[in-house]
């Protein structure tokens, strides 16, 4: 899934930090998980505990970090996989949804002035997620299913989205991406054989009731707050009808927790909050060059609370300027600080 700053090309650079700086650990704690990469790439290895303020990566963590196992849809009658079922309804099948539940195709397809999907993808998306709630209400299929169900739609909009890379805005012209067939994609499973554990809450405010042995913290470093870039992936794993608005009908987030991290001032202190309530011996933290805090108030809080010989910070070069102007180049490396804590 493309989604802003996904941590898939540092997965070994992160390794490298553990296996360098640890000798011994069982509990891991993602506690910005968003697509869920970092947790998922550490599973096999740990027990895991993930969160995110987004749904829709609650959703995925549901589906990937609290099962251990594929869902086998015992009890959905006449349908062992409902995956394929889904993938191969026929138009005919399709058009059987009443007008009133396709939310998806009435406000984000042509139907609806808005060019986000196709026309027959929305259904596609109206008519899986309306049956999978449906399963879920009659007991055909148990939560880790049903948020094993969902986690497949979810991941599989991205491939047939008419966007340049978030959910901002749609494209004006379609992108031949768009006229795939929509499908939904199934997820790996890693069986780690340990009781893992995801929310999705206020990560600042869940370190004060979670313990274990690393903790890796990577947070938003610009103004973007993500909800409004991921709307619609946040409807498609809620799909609660939402009032939305403006042309590129986003749904209301004014009742929705924000995270900290997107303004400068807030930032700081938070982070100084969750270095401070941290209970984990080990600390991995993830941020860019261009992010909102500076390095010099990073390395300060972390040598405030965690053992200050034991500091280190890595710099990952990922872009090599900024600008093409030769006069405005400028080095952009992605960071992973690390220290360790007396707990």
């Given at each position: 899934m493309r989604f802003i700053g996904s941590k898939t090309l540092l997965l070994e650079n992160i390794k490298n930090v553990i296996d360098e700086n640890v000798k011994y650990a069982e509990v891991f704690c993602d506690i910005f998980s968003g697509t869920s990469v970092v947790a998922n790439f550490f599973k096999k290895n740990y027990k895991i505990i993930s969160n995110d303020l987004l749904y829709f990566s609650y959703v995925v963590q549901k589906a990937t970090i609290e099962n251990n196992k594929t869902p086998i849809f015992a009890n959905i009658p006449k349908i062992t996989n409902p995956v394929n079922y889904l993938n191969n309804l026929t138009n005919v099948d399709l058009e059987k949804l009443p007008m009133k539940k396709r939310f998806f195709q009435n406000n984000y397809s042509p139907i609806g002035k808005r060019m986000y999907l196709t026309e027959d993808n929305a259904l596609r998306i109206d008519f899986a997620r309306n049956k999978v709630e449906d399963w879920y209400k009659k007991g055909y299929i148990v939560d880790s299913e049903y948020y094993y169900l969902i986690a497949t739609i979810i991941e599989g909009i991205p491939f047939v989205s008419n966007i340049s890379g978030t959910y901002g805005a749609y494209n004006k012209k379609w992108d031949k991406r768009a006229f795939k067939k929509f499908e939904l994609k199934t997820l790996p499973v890693v069986d780690n054989k340990m009781k893992n554990k995801s929310y999705n809450v206020d990560g600042v405010k869940l370190l004060k009731r979670i313990n274990g042995d690393i903790l890796y913290i990577d947070p938003p470093y610009n103004e973007r707050q993500y909800l409004p870039n991921y709307h619609l992936l946040e409807t498609a794993a809620k799909y609660d009808n939402p009032i939305i608005k403006g042309i590129t009908g986003q749904r209301d987030y004014s009742e929705n927790e924000k995270s900290v991290f997107c303004n400068k001032v807030r930032a700081i202190i938070s982070f100084e909050e969750m270095m401070k309530n941290a209970k984990f011996r080990h600390i991995i933290f993830s941020y860019s060059t261009e992010g909102l805090m500076n390095i010099s108030d990073i390395e300060y809080i972390m040598k405030k609370y965690g053992i200050i010989k034991t500091y280190k910070l890595y710099k990952i070069p990922y872009r090599r300027f900024k600008?093409?102007?030769?006069?405005?180049?400028?080095?952009?490396?992605?960071?992973?600080?690390?220290?360790?804590?007396?707990v």
């Open positions: 600008s093409r102007e030769q006069k405005n180049k400028k080095e952009l490396n992605e960071l992973l600080f690390y220290i360790e804590k007396d």
